[in-house]
């Protein structure tokens, strides 16, 4: 398959800068990866100019769009294929982080943890390893280990920790 004369051309082929399936195309019955395959063999490294890129065309400039400004592309031909003008705004500035606050309820003074029981609220109060550590002693809400209160604290709706999670709050 590989003849002397079908290397020797393309070797003259390859240096005068043809693409290998320009080769491939004249030499006949091999294909492109054939020819590359014959290349890296030889040893061949040096080539020409490539013979379908005689300049280099100028790159076109994209253009920025301001913030809060409405994106428009020229378009040419159906209606239906026409990209939809899109309003590019500013990123909201990112939430401070809250500190926890403490919820502070009239209705119980605390308890220990030996007082502790499915009828009281399970929310530690102050530092724990210190006298005046406790948990909350509420009535809990049914079927959580907290008060109402508490709860809502513990408990984040979906949503708010799915927005601030886009936010990087999270």
Same mark, same amino acid.
């Given at each position: 398959?590989?003849?002397?004369?079908?290397?020797?051309?393309?070797?003259?082929?390859?240096?005068?800068?043809?693409?290998?399936?320009?080769?491939?195309?004249?030499?006949?019955?091999?294909? %492109?990866?054939?020819?590359?395959?014959?290349?890296?063999?030889?040893?061949? $490294?040096?080539?020409?100019?490539?013979?379908?890129?005689? @300049?280099? %065309?100028? %790159?076109? *400039?994209?253009?920025?769009?301001?913030?809060?400004?409405?994106?428009?592309?020229?378009?040419?031909?159906?209606?239906?294929?026409?990209?939809?003008?899109?309003?590019?705004?500013?990123?909201?500035?990112?939430?401070?982080?809250?500190?926890?606050?403490?919820?502070?309820?009239?209705?119980? $003074?605390?308890?220990?943890?030996?007082?502790?029981?499915?009828?009281?609220?399970?929310?530690?109060?102050?530092?724990?390893?210190?006298?005046?550590? @406790?948990?909350?002693?509420?009535?809990?809400?049914?079927?959580?280990? /907290?008060?109402? *209160? @508490?709860?809502?604290?513990? /408990?984040?709706?979906?949503?708010?920790?799915?927005?601030?999670?886009?936010?990087?709050?999270?």
């Amino acid at each position: 398959m590989w003849t002397e004369e079908r290397v020797d051309l393309l070797k003259r082929l390859w240096t005068e800068g043809l693409s290998a399936s320009q080769i491939a195309s004249k030499l006949g019955e091999v294909t %492109r990866n054939a020819v590359i395959g014959k290349v890296h063999r030889l040893g061949l $490294s040096g080539r020409g100019t490539p013979s379908r890129a005689q @300049h280099a %065309r100028p %790159r076109t *400039k994209t253009r920025q769009v301001p913030a809060g400004k409405i994106a428009q592309f020229p378009t040419a031909g159906s209606a239906a294929l026409q990209v939809q003008p899109e309003i590019v705004a500013e990123a909201p500035p990112a939430p401070r982080p809250q500190p926890i606050r403490e919820v502070i309820t009239s209705s119980s $003074s605390g308890v220990s943890i030996l007082q502790l029981s499915d009828k009281t609220c399970r929310w530690p109060i102050g530092e724990p390893g210190t006298d005046t550590f @406790h948990f909350c002693g509420c009535a809990p809400k049914a079927g959580l280990p /907290y008060c109402d *209160k @508490h709860a809502r604290i513990a /408990y984040q709706p979906l949503q708010d920790r799915r927005r601030l999670k886009v936010r990087g709050a999270a």
